[in-house]
């Protein structure tokens, strides 16, 4: 309900600045987070996904059988199923933490306009 609450709230309190916060150090410091954030985790998940062609391709110890007619080649392609939704829950958690810094300076704003 709390949410709720702060949403009916913010919309009491004048529009806040835009262009003041864009400029803001603060700003650029949690978009410079975001962007880094966004970066590794891409860069990561590319060499995770493409490993799989090159393990596969060129090297042959994912071709053994662990269990069954199952060989590490399939456990690899599955494991690329957890690490998206691994990713994914990383990226919520940062971004939820990225809009509280951002809701931080808007509050900060408005305090200091009125």
Known sequence: MSGTREKVQSLNHPNP???KIASSP???TVMQKKK???ILA???FCLYYFALPVFTGYFNF???KIF???NGAYLFALSQFFVAWILAILYVRHANKLDRDI???IDQQR???S
């Open 42 to 44: 891409t860069i990561f």
């Open 111 to 113: 305090r200091e306009a």
């Open 36 to 38: 880094r954030f966004s």
């Open 17 to 19: 600045d835009w262009e």
């Open 26 to 28: 603060e700003f650029r």
């Open 62 to 64: 994912l071709n053994t």
């Open 103 to 105: 809701q931080k300076l």
């Open 68 to 70: 069954g007619s199952m």
